[in-house]
């Protein structure tokens, strides 16, 4: 089994800053890549960012410029650092981390963490 735990989300003013963590545990012998996905009530759960082992990274078109997301290896975490934010950007976070253990690959999700900006 693999454990995240999301922290970091919260009230927020337009043009305001937060910064999400989601720390990974468990069963895990190799993280392949780790991402940020969002979803509002009755809209699809769309990919916010991602970044893979060797540090590629990937961002909607809509938070490009705005939010970076990064890890810290060791302590198997993603961050999402959310910079300028828009209203358009109050959602909830999952953290997704695909894995590796014992040959066999797992996606986990966090169990999200609210964001809302208000105007």
């Known amino acids: 089994q693999v454990q995240l735990v999301e922290s970091g989300g919260g009230l927020v003013q337009a043009g305001g800053s937060l910064r999400l963590s989601c720390a990974a545990s468990g069963r895990i012998s190799r993280i392949n890549a780790m991402g940020w996905y969002r979803q509002v009530p009755g809209k699809q759960r769309e990919l916010v960012a991602a970044i893979t082992s060797g540090g590629t990274t990937n961002y909607a078109d809509s938070v490009k410029g705005r939010f970076t997301i990064s890890k810290d290896n060791a302590k198997n975490t993603v961050y999402l650092q959310m910079n300028s934010l828009k209203t358009e950007d109050t959602a909830t976070y999952y953290c997704?981390?695909?894995?590796?253990?014992?040959?066999?690959?797992?996606?986990?999700w966090g169990q999200g963490t609210q964001v809302t900006v208000s105007s």
């Open positions: 997704n981390v695909d894995s590796t253990w014992a040959f066999e690959r797992r996606v986990s």
